[in-house]
């Protein structure tokens, strides 16, 4: 076995140690989570048995927050988690989420989040995963109809009917998250979080540190870019929707930003690291409060995402694998300008 220079401790089997647990909010989960969207649609072909045996190989290695949604295959990714943490309910921190209303083959076509909407979405939820709770229920955006009080108050009597365990808001606004805090704990905000989208930085993450409130970056890997693996839009199949939803990643914007992921490739082979797994450990070195789900549909990937959790790198190595992806100069923005519409900024 050889020493690691990104460790400076023996390099670990392939199958990594499991991944500790940590609070998140009121609850318990592994460091890193696992985004299932991907095993349902918008990445491409699915098979749900990998998808389920990838899931099985998550809660073994400790990798226990599923992070799944109302809306991922129009209810079949909740129903795929369910069948997939059968048996094994008590090792899973099953995060979903709702508040989306996405009655067709798009992305959306608004958002609900008024106090009947919040229980009838939390018994859809419970019924498709097939269980008796929810660990953590987020609302996927922020409603502009509907006050974040009167959805915070709804899910504060989830809580308190033990229908839910805490809850969530994703991609809020520091404002909106103290407005929701003060009627309910918030347990956790999720939200985009990684070297090439670094807004949260600003103001955010300070503000859930101050109140206590657990950040769950979704897309930490950038989509896959940051793994260094993409190269053109070519590699992305017809139903992929990096091919047509994602700014960053046309012809023009990718072609600009392809010369970043070389760089954090350099600095990682330096380190002895793959890019991606430079790229969660610079995420998890942000704080023990952070907990990125990168999503995959591989049991292989996942245990590679998974070893990240076990890197200690020095300030200094931190500070070269984020000077690789300059935020400030990612060319294009991280959602088409109807998504980014649905932000509460």
Not at 24 to 31: C, D, I, K, T, V
Not at 167 to 178: D, K, M, N, Q, V
Request: hydrophobic share 40%; charged share 20%; with cysteine.
């Amino acid at each position: 076995m050889t020493r690691s220079p990104a460790t400076g401790t023996t390099d670990r089997p392939a199958n990594p140690a499991r991944v500790p647990a940590a609070p998140l909010g009121p609850l318990g989960a592994g460091r890193q989570g696992l985004g299932c969207l991907g095993m349902s649609e918008f990445y491409g072909p699915v098979d749900p048995a990998e998808a389920t045996r990838t899931i099985r190989e998550a809660l073994d290695l400790g990798v226990t927050l599923l992070d799944t949604a109302d809306v991922y295959g129009h209810g079949a990714n909740e129903e795929l988690v369910g069948r997939a943490v059968a048996g094994r309910r008590d090792e899973a921190v099953i995060s979903t989420k709702f508040g989306v209303v996405r009655p067709g083959p798009g992305v959306g076509t608004g958002i609900r989040a008024d106090a009947a909407y919040v229980a009838q979405a939390c018994e859809a939820s419970l019924r498709r995963l097939g269980v008796d709770h929810i660990d953590l229920f987020t609302l996927t955006r922020i409603s502009a109809g509907t006050p974040v009080e009167e959805t915070a108050g709804a899910l504060g009597e989830l809580v308190a009917a033990g229908k839910i365990r805490g809850y969530g808001l994703s991609e809020a606004a520091p404002a909106t998250i103290r407005r929701a805090h003060a009627v309910a704990p918030v347990a956790a905000l999720q939200t985009e979080w990684s070297l090439w989208s670094r807004d949260i930085e600003r103001e955010t993450v300070g503000v859930c540190r101050e109140l206590g409130i657990a950040v769950v970056p979704y897309a930490p890997l950038g989509r896959g870019f940051l793994t260094g693996r993409i190269r053109s839009v070519e590699q992305f199949g017809e139903a992929d929707f990096r091919r047509f939803g994602l700014p960053r990643f046309e012809p023009d914007n990718l072609a600009a930003n392809l010369p970043m992921a070389e760089r954090l490739t350099e600095v990682a082979a330096a380190l002895g690291l793959r890019p991606g797994a430079a790229a969660l450990a610079w995420l998890h070195h942000q704080g023990d409060d952070v907990f990125p789900i990168p999503g995959t549909k591989s049991p292989a990937k996942l245990a590679e995402n998974a070893a990240a959790v076990h890197l200690s790198l020095t300030p200094r190595q931190l500070d070269e694998i984020a000077a690789a992806v300059p935020a400030d100069r990612v060319s294009g923005e991280r959602w088409n300008s109807e998504s980014m519409s649905y932000l509460d900024r």
